[in-house]
T-cell receptor
Framework: AQTVTQSQPEMSVQEAETVTLSCTYD???????LFWYKQPPSRQMILVIR??????QNATENRFSVNFQKAAKSFSLKISDSQLGDAAMYFC??????????????FGQGTTLQVKP | DTEVTQTPKHLVMGMTNKKSLKCEQH?????MYWYKQKAKKPPELMFV???????INESVPSRFSPECPNSSLLNLHLHALQPEDSALYLC???????????FGSGTQLSVL
């Protein structure tokens, strides 16, 4: 069975600084998707970034980028130029390849990010 | 329209009540999901519908009854719930099995 681990329950960053959130996962599959979701106080889950396992290039979305290390099964999220609106709970998630996929997202326990003005 | 709309936003019910949660999307997605989330915990998958047919039931108690009347609408019927069922219930949809999930803002349920 696949598992996702986020070892940092809480993190804080100064506004305009950079912060990295850690995520490791365990799987025997070779093809899968990894995601970072953001859940602000409104509690709506918002997709931040997605990475396909077969792609070596790290995904980037504006101020958000990932460091995907497939061999190490590591998938960290870097937030540059942190803004007050980035304060939220961040979940790392894993999803099997769609072939025979159940569509099930496996979430880590989450990291609460505080942004200090 | 890139929204998943959930109603109501808040619901308080007694253990003998019957209520329903509603989820709607108009993105043409053919997979729809129900998740349950306790405070400060990750969402837990409950049900998945694919092309209006139930494809996954994560061993959810029968007091939760999902329904997918059409490709745009997903309901969750609640009956004889327990206080421990109090949680945020999130609906999500996706285009196909390999696409990202779009989540609604959830229904905060309190069972008294």
């Amino acid at each position: 069975a696949q598992t996702v681990t986020q070892s940092q329950p809480e993190m804080s960053v100064q506004e305009a600084e950079t912060v990295t959130l850690s995520c490791t996962y365990d799987t025997s599959e070779s093809d899968y998707y990894l995601f970072w979701y953001k859940q602000p106080p409104s509690r709506q889950m918002i997709l931040v970034i997605r990475q396909e396992a077969y792609k070596q290039q790290n995904a980037t979305e504006n101020r958000f980028s990932v460091n995907f290390q497939k061999a190490a099964k590591s998938f960290s999220l870097k937030i540059s130029d942190s803004q007050l609106g980035d304060a939220a709970m961040y979940f790392c998630a894993y999803r099997s390849n769609p072939s025979g996929n159940t569509g099930k997202l496996i979430f880590g326990q989450g990291t609460t990010l505080q942004v200090k003005p | 329209d890139t929204e998943v709309t959930q109603t109501p936003k808040h619901l308080v019910m007694g253990m003998t009540n019957k209520k329903s949660l509603k989820c709607e999307q108009h993105m043409g997605h053919r997979a729809m999901y129900w998740y349950k989330q306790k405070a400060k915990k990750p969402p837990e998958l409950m049900f998945v519908y694919s092309y209006e047919k139930l494809s996954i039931n994560e061993s959810v108690p029968s007091r939760f009854s999902p329904e997918c009347p059409n490709s745009s609408l997903l309901n969750l019927h609640l009956h004889a719930l327990q206080p421990e069922d109090s949680a945020l219930y999130l609906c999500a949809s996706s285009q196909t099995w390999d696409e990202k999930l779009f989540f609604g803002s959830g229904t905060q349920l309190s069972v008294l």
